[in-house]
Structures are given as structure tokens and as C-alpha cells.
């Protein structure tokens, strides 16, 4: 997170940092995806980046729609989430495939199946736990 958007949220309700990060993360993959091989980006960094910002963004959400729960429970609901859709793409019929080749199909269910993504959504979830945890420490000061 640039220091500028810390800045600016830092002073902010827990929801509305999490609205903030929310939009700054969905802005960072989009970006990502549309850009990252076009500015010389690996790959990798392409893809899994993107998986990890995807999580943590699910890791956001999920947060602002249920913000009474703990981080621990926020995290296992992404990433039950996750793991969902993720196993979601194991399922082929050709209304769903075709969605799926829709450029909001591929952001929202993904296309191919991928162990590795899950490990992905692994780290971007614990990315958004450390980000929360990191701003209600610095709002309790």
C-alpha cells in the first residue's frame, strides 16, 4: 500500500479502511492483469499476484459484510471462499465455460484449475490479515 492511501486511511473506521483497501486492491489486480506483461512483468508475478490480490480482497469483503466476526473467522470464510471457487473450475458445461471466457467470468471464477492458486489465495489472505491487524493497531494508538 503506497504511503499515501496509508496516510489517508490510517484515521479512517475499520470500515472504511477496509473500503478503501478494498478498492485500491481491486484497482492494483486489474491493473496487474491488464498491464503487467505489457510493462515486462514475469508471468508469474502476472498471475499470482493477481491470485494473491483476488484473495485478499475476498479476505476484505468478507470483513466488511460481516464485520462482528474475528480475523481468524474472516479468513476462514475467504478461504473456504477461495477454495470454492477455485474447485469450482473442475466443473465444465457450456454455459459456464462460456462465461468463463468473459473477461468477468475469468475475474471472478478464473478459468483453468490450479493447486498453486490455492496456495496463492493462502498468502493473499494472510496479506489482508496483516494489513487489518496492522490498522487497528495504528487506530488504537
Do not use: C, N
Not at 492494483?28 to 514475469?42: A, E, I
Amino acid at each position: 500500500m503506497t504511503d499515501h492511501v496509508a496516510k489517508y486511511a490510517r484515521g479512517r473506521s475499520p470500515a472504511a479502511f477496509r473500503t478503501i483497501l478494498s478498492l485500491v486492491i481491486i484497482a492494483s489486480g486489474l491493473s496487474l492483469r491488464r498491464y503487467g506483461f505489457g510493462l515486462g512483468m514475469p508471468g508469474f508475478i502476472v498471475k499470482y499476484g493477481g491470485s494473491i490480490l483476488w484473495a485478499a480482497m475476498v479476505f476484505f469483503l468478507v470483513a466488511l459484510v460481516l464485520p462482528w466476526l474475528a480475523r481468524v473467522q474472516i479468513a476462514t470464510i475467504a478461504a473456504v471462499i477461495a477454495v470454492a471457487v477455485e474447485l469450482f473450475r473442475l466443473i465444465h458445461t457450456p454455459w459456464l465455460d462460456a462465461f468463463r471466457l468473459t473477461l468477468t467470468g475469468a475475474l471472478l471464477l478464473g478459468r483453468i484449475f490450479s493447486p498453486w492458486d490455492i496456495l496463492a489465495y493462502g498468502f493473499g489472505i494472510l496479506l489482508g490479515v496483516v494489513l487489518d491487524r496492522s490498522h487497528s493497531d495504528a487506530h488504537e494508538l
